[in-house]
């Protein structure tokens, strides 16, 4: 069964902190890992990894992918209170069909 | 503008009553998800759809169906035979079915049974 594992399950920083939100997985047949922002409603999609050690960048948030050892990593830096969000992990596992199993998510508070 | 609507935000209903969950997509996607939230869990995959008049189970189908006969539209049926309905409802689409995009979603509807 595939697996996707946050951590941490929750975290509270101040602003202007950095943090990083981890991601680990175990899946049968990996073809790309994403990343997504949860404010209140809709997840909207910050990040797509398919190839390991290469960072993609957006402002002051980063992810990158380690396919041997099988994780990824989320690093928001100069946090901000509008980064407070539930950050969701998700991988396809490419078995066929796009399917996306995902984690159960870090949830982000950031107080001034 | 482009996007994905959800229909209603909120829906109560009460236990052994069949409910359906709308979901619109104008992004001219060809394949098109539900997916149910509860608290603390992920996203867990319900049903999805590669094409018009195609369906496939999820991991979690039992007590729900779905229907694909236009493009635009993949509405959910909450049946009474679904032991456990009060969730979130998240609908998302992709341009293909095939991977290597990402899933654009809907805003969602709260679904509550009693």
Same mark, same amino acid.
């Given at each position: 069964?595939?697996?996707?594992?946050?951590?941490?399950?929750?975290?509270v920083v101040h602003?202007?902190?950095?943090?990083?939100l981890n991601c680990?997985?175990?899946?049968?047949?990996?073809?790309?890992?994403?990343?997504?922002?949860?404010?209140?409603?809709?997840?909207?999609?910050?990040?797509?990894?398919?190839?390991?050690?290469?960072?993609?960048?957006?402002?002051?948030?980063?992810?990158?992918?380690?396919?041997?050892?099988?994780?990824?990593?989320?690093?928001?830096t100069a946090t901000?209170?509008?980064?407070?969000?539930?950050?969701?992990?998700?991988?396809?596992?490419?078995?066929?069909?796009?399917?996306?199993?995902?984690?159960?998510?870090?949830?982000?508070?950031?107080?001034? | 503008?482009?996007?994905?609507?959800?229909?209603?935000?909120?829906?109560?209903?009460?236990?052994?009553?069949?409910?359906?969950?709308?979901?619109?997509?104008?992004?001219?996607?060809?394949?098109?998800?539900?997916?149910?939230?509860?608290?603390?869990?992920?996203?867990?995959?319900?049903?999805?759809?590669?094409?018009?008049?195609?369906?496939?189970?999820?991991? +979690? *189908?039992?007590?729900?169906?779905?229907?694909?006969?236009?493009?635009?539209?993949?509405? &959910? #049926? =909450? /049946?009474?035979?679904?032991?456990?309905?009060?969730?979130?409802?998240?609908?998302?689409?992709? +341009? *293909?079915?095939?991977?290597?995009?990402?899933?654009?979603?809907?805003?969602?509807?709260? &679904? #509550? =049974? /009693?």
């Open positions: 069964e595939d697996k996707v594992v946050q951590s941490p399950l929750s975290l602003e202007g902190d950095t943090v990083t680990s997985y175990e899946v049968t047949n990996f073809r790309s890992l994403l990343w997504y922002k949860q404010e209140k409603k809709a997840p909207t999609f910050l990040f797509m990894l398919t190839s390991s050690g290469i960072e993609k960048k957006s402002g002051r948030l980063s992810s990158i992918l380690d396919k041997k050892e099988l994780f990824s990593i989320l690093n928001i901000q209170t509008g980064d407070s969000a539930v950050y969701l992990c998700a991988v396809d596992s490419g078995a066929g069909s796009y399917q996306l199993t995902f984690g159960k998510g870090t949830k982000l508070s950031v107080i001034p | 503008d482009g996007g994905i609507t959800q229909s209603p935000k909120y829906l109560f209903r009460k236990e052994g009553q069949n409910v359906t969950l709308s979901c619109e997509q104008n992004l001219n996607h060809d394949a098109m998800y539900w997916y149910r939230q509860d608290p603390g869990q992920g996203l867990r995959l319900i049903y999805y759809s590669q094409i018009v008049n195609d369906f496939q189970k999820g991991d +979690i *189908a039992e007590g729900y169906s779905v229907s694909r006969e236009k493009k635009e539209s993949f509405p &959910l #049926t =909450v /049946t009474s035979a679904q032991k456990n309905p009060t969730a979130f409802y998240l609908c998302a689409s992709s +341009i *293909a079915g095939t991977g290597g995009y990402e899933q654009y979603f809907g805003p969602g509807t709260r &679904l #509550t =049974v /009693t």
